[in-house]
């Protein structure tokens, strides 16, 4: 996906996600970006390349799940994840830098459906 596309689909509300590496063993790894509500009140880039207010606050959360776990006969509770990592970040830059620190970029992020994300 494209960084603009990327972008436009945060800025208008929708999360997106990627597989990273998981820290256990038997384990799946997500990273998830979550635009706050505040977000959904920037309207969305309708031309490329068009200027996007640094002020958007995301929600960066990393999590694993044991394979074990991630059968289709089974809801996923709270119990069931291990959060590794959550952050709150204010901006573009500020999500680069924070999914840079995965070995993330912004065109890397997906609709979490593309990645098999659980929840």
């Known amino acids: 996906m494209t ?20 820290r256990h063993t038997e384990s799946q ?8 509500h505040a977000a959904t ?3 969305a880039p309708t031309i490329l390349n068009a200027p996007v207010p640094e ?6 959360r990393v ?4 394979d074990s776990l991630l059968t289709s006969e089974r809801w996923l509770c709270e119990a ?3 959060r590794i990592h959550d952050v709150r970040v204010e901006g573009v830059a500020a999500l ?9 970029s912004i065109e890397a992020l997906v609709q979490p459906w593309m990645v098999d994300f659980p929840l």
């Open 41 to 43: 009140h920037h309207h």
């Open 3 to 22: 960084p603009e596309t990327s972008i436009a689909l945060l800025v208008s509300g929708k999360p997106l996600a990627a597989r990273v590496a998981a």
């Open 96 to 104: 680069g830098e924070v999914l840079g620190s995965f070995g993330l």
């Open 63 to 66: 999590f694993e799940i044991r």
């Open 55 to 60: 002020s958007i606050p995301f929600l960066v």
């Open 29 to 36: 790894a997500w990273l998830a970006v979550y635009p706050s």
């Open 80 to 82: 069931d994840i291990l």
